[in-house]
Nanobody
Framework: QVPLVESGGGSVQAGGSLTLSCSAI????????MGWFRQAPGKKREGVAA???????SYADSVNGRFTISRDNAKNTLYLQMANLKPEDTAMYYC?????????????????????WGQGTQVTVSS
């Protein structure tokens, strides 16, 4: 598989917005669930949002209403639009992919079930 590659991270002030992108060449939409995860220093990696092969989306409670996950199948790209960012959103953000049948019913929380990961992009939110 071609590696997953995230981009779009950066530093913003609280209340600001960022959009992350993930190049997902080879991860066909009708076979794979795609997810965004994050890991802050000293904390476990956690699920943020996921989009399943049928287009259903799910979000962690902490970001619901502020973040939007989407995918452009023609561009083989996964997105995470982040609005009203808070300092507690500061983390390394990762995209991940897994066969839909492996993660069905477990997203967005199922970090261990995803086997394909990008290298991450840093998001820093200052107060």
């Amino acid at each position: 598989q071609v590696p997953l590659v995230e981009s779009g991270g950066g530093s913003v002030q609280a209340g600001g917005s960022l959009t992350l992108s993930c190049s997902a060449i080879g991860y066909t939409a009708n076979s794979y669930c795609m997810g965004w995860f994050r890991q802050a220093p000293g904390k476990k990696r956690e699920g943020v949002a996921a989009i399943e092969s049928d287009g259903r989306t799910s979000y962690a409670d902490s970001v619901n209403g502020r973040f939007t996950i989407s995918r452009d199948n023609a561009k083989n790209t996964l997105y995470l639009q982040m609005a009203n960012l808070k300092p507690e959103d500061t983390a390394m953000y990762y995209c991940a992919a897994e066969y839909q049948q492996v993660v069905r019913g477990t997203v967005p929380a199922s970090v261990p079930k995803f086997s394909n990961w990008g290298q991450g992009t840093q998001v820093t939110v200052s107060s």
